[in-house]
């Protein structure tokens, strides 16, 4: 079984900065993909970036060059340091495992998610 847990979100005016974290149990976390999704009130769960074991990253079109995701595999933790933030950006982000370690951006190929954490950009 594999746990998740994410931590960070808050409120943040626009173009303002916050960095969510998302620890992770399991023995072969430096093999998982770790991916961050994320969710608006009445809208579908989004793809927002992804890093997979290999060291490769995806990001959605949306926040590039304004989000960074990161890992410390020793602390089995992922970041996503969020810049530049705009009110669209407001939403629940949630934290997810592949533990197959591919690069995927659909919320149905991950295998274990997080409880979420809020994230909310005033204008």
């Known amino acids: 079984q594999v746990h998740v847990v994410e931590s960070g979100g808050g409120l943040v005016q626009a173009g303002g900065s916050l960095r969510l974290s998302c620890a992770v149990s399991?023995?072969?976390?430096?093999?998982?993909?770790m991916g961050w999704f994320r969710q608006a009130p009445g809208k579908e769960r989004e793809f927002v970036c992804a890093s997979s074991g290999g060291g490769s990253t995806s990001y959605a079109d949306s926040v590039k060059g304004r989000f960074t995701i990161s890992r410390d595999n020793a602390k089995n933790t992922v970041y996503l340091q969020m810049n530049s933030l705009k009110p669209e950006d407001t939403a629940v982000y949630y934290c997810a495992v592949e533990v197959l370690g591919r690069l995927r951006a659909r919320p149905v190929d991950y295998d274990y998610w997080g409880q979420g954490t809020q994230v909310t950009v005033s204008s």
């Open positions: 399991g023995r072969t976390y430096s093999l998982y993909t």
